[in-house]
């Protein structure tokens, strides 16, 4: 399970490439929870997940990594078969689970790719589609400004979603 750039590892940890190249032979975890990870790069063979559930937590009003691109990822993943669900939260913010934010905080320095298209073409060489180039944080593509906020009902609901499905996938008494 991971928040946000964990959640991106939490993401890529079921991915067989990276346990190939970075994990323990024939070891994985028996679950992949990643919340609000960004999903808009496409990775080389992307689709050659973990058999073990995935399970996606995300806010619509997510600014700082937008969930259209993992609406965009999870229909692929199902399409291909793997079990993977995607649980969205209308009108939460990016960090919608840490009651130490208000409801609104702005971020305006936050560096932002969302309006940038990156596709891995060659192993570890993330493309900017926009330019035909390797993708650099100095891209026009590249912007500021996001927000995240605390929202009570989806961090509730999220938390009482993740504990049931635990307690069903590793077979625990209610």
Not at 64 to 71: G, H, K, L
Not at 97 to 126: M, T, Y
Not at 166 to 174: A, F, H, S, Y
């Amino acid at each position: 399970m991971g928040f946000s750039k964990g959640g991106f590892a939490a993401l890529y940890s079921s991915m067989r490439r990276f346990q190939r190249l970075w994990g323990p032979p024939g070891i994985e975890f028996a679950a992949y929870i990643p919340f609000y990870a960004r999903c808009d790069i496409r990775f080389l063979d992307d689709e050659n997940l973990s058999d073990h559930p995935i399970r996606f937590f995300h806010g619509s009003a997510d600014d700082y990594v937008p969930v259209e691109p993992t609406r965009r990822y999870v229909d692929r993943l199902q399409r291909a078969g793997k079990d993977v669900q995607l649980t969205v939260y209308e009108g939460a913010r990016h960090c919608f689970d840490n009651p130490l934010n208000p409801s609104v905080f702005s971020l305006p320095d936050a560096i932002l790719c969302n309006n940038c298209r990156r596709e891995e073409k060659q192993p570890g060489n993330i493309i900017n589609l926009g330019t035909g180039k390797i993708f650099s944080w100095n891209d026009p593509c590249v912007t500021r400004g996001a927000t995240v906020g605390y929202d009570r009902h989806a961090h509730e609901d999220a938390t009482s979603i993740v504990k049931e499905f635990l307690r069903r996938q590793w077979k625990l008494n209610p």
